[in-house]
RNA sequence: GCCCCCAUCGUCUAGAGGCCUAGGACAACACCCUUUCACGGUGUAGACAGCGAUUCGAAUUCGCUUGGGGGUACCA
């Protein structure tokens, strides 16, 4: 049990990375940092047909995207490789028929409608399907014939009959009954194996040490013990995680939104919110401090504390801690994150130092970063005074813009503190004079300049639009 | 149908027989702060699925029921 810990993350390339398959990737992750290991990628594309390029790439992106980087994969190398399944289709055959040759699988000629009039037969009476066996006593020469005839054979696992126990280090003591699993098929007719076996054959020759999953692969573990156990090599330690479920319970698909981690930065959640937000489905710190970075979790993680039941995907949590993530962050990283999604507008107009600055007071309310494309409009654009337009034609809107306008000369735009200032006075005057409240005072200044009644704060406004553009709005204002 | 997993506030969770009149976070609500919205602060409301058993004592152990999830392929 000295020897190193091995994991890996080996995504199917038939979907873009699924936030599923990123949470289990994190839990891989984090225990291999914890203890020192090593944490692989592997794609298993054995299923030529729905995997492609595209969702490869996207995987890849999506993994370096939230700095879940692998020490060992297709595109760094390492000492097990090849990385990816389609390109060791010549290895699994070699075991197959070493299997073969021990008497644990055998030569299976059955046709996918023989196949299908078993499965009917069953369903009929009700009864579970097993495979029939069929195939498992035939002699020399009837396969000779069979093979003559130009069928190839699939191979099948010969399962025996016990009760087979393993420990998962979550989810505790699992008992299965090996009689209820008929022969499996180990390798298709097409020279490929199938992903029970690739996954037995690989874990194996990559010397993995904890498989960490979905619980959807709890039913395929007996399986593949069944195979370690005829290879004559070593079982892996199993850690099953619970799934994430859609808020109906029912599994998180596209109809609920947002399921590939690419999607999700699309809407614009911060990778590390994401990352930090999935990490608390299943495993808690135990200092109660939720906001964490990876190296933190990672320090404080155990994998025998993971949750063993499902979690719901809720988005409140998940917008509020990205929410936090974009208070935090630095200025300059947020703002290289938010111009894409500001593209739109013409960025030109400011400099680096000014679109810093307009992000930096913007930031405070959203969750989103595509939040800011509505909340930063008034900087880039002419005010559109509809929805304040009653406020702008009231008689406190009048005095407040006819005095600013008529004071504006004396504001030092080059001067945070004068603006500040000078605002205060401005509001203490109204106040005195004409009993406006003070942000009644600013709601007039504020729906003139941007035409909201919300927004950053007056004198970054007021200092970003700069004199010109702010007597032009002024004026415009007034004349509704 | 059969096999397997799971079950604490709406959600994520703490809790490994007495520390629990069940703690925290998000969301909700109220108040405070304030040049708006917010942020922040302070409070309020809110859960051990049900039934049995073990025990002096159970959210914590066991059984059953119910509910939810997964699997049942020459898909991964």
Partial sequence: MSEKVRVRIAPSPSGNLHIGTARTALFNYLFAKKTGGEYVLRIEDTDLERSNEEYKQ????????LGLNWDEGPDVGGNYGPYKQSERFDIYPKFAQMLIDKGYAYECFCSNEDLDKEHEIAASKKIPYKYSRKCLNLTKEQKDELKAKGIVPSIRFKVEAKELVFNDIVKGELKFDTN???DFAIMKSNGTPTYNFAVVVDDMLMKITHVIRGEDHISNTPKQILIYEALGAEIPKFAHLGMILAPDRSKLSKRHGATAVSDFIKQGYLTEALLNFVALLGWSPSDGVEIKNVDEIAADFRLDEISSSNSIFEYEKLNWMNGQYIKKMDISKLTDLALPFLKDYDLNKYSREQLEKIIEVTREPITLLSDLVYDTRYF???????????????NLSKKVLDKFLSDVDGYDFKNEQDVHDKLAEFRAYFK????FKPKETMWALRAALTGRTKGADMVSIILLLEKDEVIERLKSAKAI
């Fill in 180 to 182: 209820l699993i008929g």
């Fill in 58 to 65: 996207n995987i890849f992106d999506s993994l370096k995207a």
């Fill in 432 to 435: 005195e004079k004409f009993g």
């Fill in 380 to 394: 880039f654009e002419k005010p559109v005074y509809d929805e304040v337009c009653e406020l702008l034609k009231t």
